[in-house]
């Protein structure tokens, strides 16, 4: 199976049109067939993505709601009223706040501030953080940026105790709104153009509607790096906004943004990119680790120094919270062992010690690692706090719907939701969600990767690298472009600084950097055809210009096998202990097909060697399941191939619920080894077939002793993995492969040795004094 490379619109545009606009624009054709599957197809069109005009803003009062909201804050200015802001702790919220707090204060207005805390008050407005606000402020009015469309109740109270409300929002719209002023684009009846604005949009077309364009304009950094951070669609309005907004920010107007631009060592122009992976984090890291107030003032202060002190302290938040989400993705690794992988469509997840300021980020890494709609949910005193994150195709928002029955409340997005539950409902609620998840089609939860254009490598240029950033800027449902082109060898190697990211060169010199892809470089090994799929990226680094491609997934037309490896590596599970294979089921060969069925999740089978997997291939149709060879490609329990498994990968075992081994395990000790780690059938074949991976074996006394020396000797050896390990012994002493896997199997259960991982590495215990025949593994050795 691997991943399937599909092109994100089919649509083949007329090549006289685009040929026609391509010389109207002087632009590349390939570059105009980009636009053109993206729906950008006119001369207007094209005119409008290609230069930014700020008199492309569409009119502020054609947003339902706004006309009474921009009466009543100008009658507040005018009788200098007391006005909260209530905002929201995320980016986005945070800087909508920052805007109507920067702009209204500008007015004159008396203006506080209120982020909420993640913790302690949750998202949206809540009764306690009103009464606190009346209490301490005293406001005649209160406006909500980012929130407040399902606080019906809360919108109540407030107004029964004689303050006014204005609700400005942008998240999804139930049946029961507040009764008060709603500026929201996604009002049923709201005739606005672009029902897509994130919260600090609206805020900024508030500003445009009480102030004008110009007005509006000085708070345009700020709309764009929420419009990124929020990952609403970048077209049409959106796109615009942060257009100028990226503009905007080479002014340095904001104080606080410039520095945080500075601290992260960034040039202007900024991307969207550096928003997004750069500046976004940080401003989000307040909230999530502790006060989101202090990137408020971030964005509102005006001290260098106090700015700075923040700026540090969120930098510190930003680095604990990328450690706080490895440690908790590994406890849900955990947790998910006892799931039903291979039946549920969905990962749902419950932790009451988890830390809820990243329960967004966690639920976002499992619906992309497991490619299905993922829950993660944290005990929140009265009832559970969830939030969840989709895959394409999905509508989160709509799938809570059907169970809003279960539920105290919920909102969010299509992509993108939170919920509140009693710890009760749980277990219902799992049961109605995959039962709801099961009505969908199981293609949606293959693994696939979109691209736009197929393109020869030929094509790949420095200049047409230059003339995709007009692209920019790019980020949800405008992304940076992906290419697919087809090559063949390729040189590959792991990058110096950290071998878990890839570098290589195509044959026509092309350069290219995989993150992450360490598991997969297999599929660029061997001189078999293979589909890239990639970005490409122009950049300027010295005064030199210089073309990048960035990979995202690679498909070979043919599995790479190492013969010698894989039957090395599979004689090498001995250490994990002999055992008798009684745990095992045999089967016959006619009964393999059916046995191999063809469910999506769950089915596991294991080959020693090439030839086994290839004897197989055809008559199994392994091109239905992902193929590997050593390491799983991804923790997700797809149904799956893999030669020779690596038993250190991330290969969950758990998810499986049948486990066929095409080739006996030698001793039965892979199998054995299986067995503690899942509770899936676990099938032999009735022929034993374990000696053919004993070939190069001498278990002579001398033989082993020579081994022995070699890794006294050679001691300072540090790799990777037992595999590049033994690269590096080879190129020093010569011992064959099989040789010495057994002898590390035979010497680690003696005591002989020691072996650590991470990075891998051989000692010798000094004073151990055994015979050979002490190992169990010896004495099978020698027996065979």
């Known amino acids: 199976m691997n991943f399937h490379a599909i092109k994100r619109n089919n649509a083949e545009p007329d090549g006289q049109t685009v040929q026609s606009l391509a010389e109207t624009f002087g632009m590349n054709p390939r570059l105009l067939e980009l636009l053109f599957s993206r729906g950008i197809d006119t001369q207007e069109k094209i005119r409008n993505y290609l230069y930014p005009d700020v008199k492309n803003l569409y009119d502020p009062f054609s947003m339902k709601g706004m006309k009474e909201a921009t009466d009543r804050l100008k009658d507040a200015i005018a009788q200098k009223q007391k006005i909260v802001i209530y905002g929201d702790y995320d980016a986005d919220g945070i800087c909508a706040t920052a805007i109507l707090s920067l702009y209204l204060s500008s007015c004159g207005l008396d203006v506080y501030a209120h982020i909420p805390n993640r913790v302690g008050d949750g998202y949206g407005l809540n009764v306690e953080s009103i009464e606190s606000i009346i209490e301490k402020c005293c406001p005649d009015l209160i406006l909500t940026c980012d929130c407040g469309i399902s606080g019906s109740e809360e919108v109540a109270y407030a107004m029964d105790l004689g303050v006014d409300v204005i609700v400005t929002d942008h998240h999804e719209v139930s049946e029961i709104i507040p009764e008060c002023t709603v500026v929201n684009p996604k009002q049923n009846d709201c005739t606005y153009p672009c029902s897509f604005l994130c919260g600090a949009g609206v805020a900024f077309k508030l500003v445009q509607a009480m102030g004008g364009i110009d007005a509006a304009m000085q708070f345009a950094d700020l ?22 907004g990226l503009k905007k920010l080479e002014e340095e107007k904001n104080l606080g943004l410039k520095l945080l631009i500075d601290d992260q060592q960034l040039t202007y122009p900024v991307s969207s990119g550096d928003i997004a992976y750069k500046i976004a984090p940080r401003i989000n890291a307040a909230g999530r680790m502790g006060d989101a107030y202090r990137s408020f003032e971030l964005l509102t202060g005006s001290d260098t120094k106090t700015l700075c002190d923040i700026i540090n302290a969120v930098n510190e938040d930003n680095a604990r919270r990328k ?3 490895d440690k908790l993705y590994a406890e849900a690794l955990e947790d998910l062992q006892f799931e039903d992988m291979v039946h549920n469509r969905s990962v749902i997840l419950g932790n009451p010690e988890w830390e809820k300021g990243i329960t967004g980020i966690l639920a976002a890494r499992l619906a992309g690692d ?48 939170g919920f509140s539950i009693a710890e009760k409902n749980i277990p219902m609620f799992r049961k109605r969600v995959n039962e709801y998840l099961n009505t969908f089609p199981v293609s949606l939860f ?15 240029t420095l200049q047409f690298a230059k003339e995709l950033e007009c692209i920019e800027p790019s980020g949800n449902s405008n992304p940076r472009p992906l290419f697919k082109t087809t090559v063949e060898r390729l040189n590959v190697a792991p990058c110096k600084n950290n071998h878990i990211h890839t570098n290589i060169q195509t044959a026509d010199g092309l350069r290219i950097l995989a993150f992450n892809f360490y598991e997969q470089n297999q599929f660029l090994l061997g001189n078999s055809s293979k589909e890239l799929v990639m970005e490409l990226q122009y950049s300027v680094y010295g005064g030199k210009e210089n073309v990048k491609g960035f990979l995202k997934t690679a498909v070979p037309s043919q599995l790479y096998v190492n013969d010698s490896v894989a039957k090395a590596n599979y004689l090498k599970t001995l250490s ?36 086994t997997y290839e004897k197989f291939a055809t008559a199994l149709q392994f091109d239905r399941f992902l193929n590997e060879f050593l390491y799983a490609t991804t923790p997700n329990n797809y149904s799956r191939v893999i030669v020779s498994p690596d038993t250190n990968g991330n290969l969950l075992l758990s998810g499986y619920n049948k486990i066929i081994f095409l080739d006996t395990p030698p001793g039965y000790a892979l199998s054995a080894y299986f067995a503690t780690k899942t509770k899936a059938e676990i099938y032999v074949p009735q022929e034993d077939n374990q000696s053919d991976f004993f070939d190069g074996i001498d278990c002579e006394r001398e033989k082993f002793g020579a081994c022995f020396d070699a890794l006294r000797k050679n001691s300072d050896i540090v790799a990777d993995n037992i595999l590049s390990y033994y690269k590096q012994l080879s190129a020093r002493v010569a011992i064959p492969m099989n040789q010495f896997m057994a002898c590390v199997a035979v010497f680690s259960e ?4 020691e072996t650590k991982n991470n990075p891998f590495s051989i000692s010798v215990n000094k004073g151990v004094r055994c015979e050979l025949n002490q190992s169990s593994v010896y004495r099978f050795l020698a027996k065979l």
Do not use: W
Not at 446 to 460: F, P, T, V
């Open 323 to 325: 450690q706080l989400c």
């Open 576 to 611: 994990l202990g002999l055992s008798d294979g009684a745990n095992c089921i045999r089967y016959t060969p006619d009964s393999l097909s059916e046995l191999v069925g063809d469910e999506l999740f769950g089915v596991l089978i294991v080959a020693g060697c090439k030839q």
């Open 370 to 417: 497991f490619h299905r709609p993922a829950f993660v949910m944290v005990n929140s005193g009265e009832y559970y706090k969830g939030t969840s994150r989709s895959i394409p195709g999905i509508n989160i928002y709509e799938l809570l719907s059907s169970v809003s029955d279960i539920l105290v409340e919920f909102g969010g997005h299509s992509q993108a939701a």
């Open 446 to 460: 293959e693994m696939n990767q979109e691209y736009d254009i197929e393109i020869a490598e030929s094509e790949l």
């Open 750 to 753: 003696l005591g002989l040795i």
């Open 223 to 244: 709309a764009a790096v929420a419009t990124i951070a929020d990952l609403v669609p970048l077209l049409d309005e959106n796109r615009l906004i942060v257009q100028l």
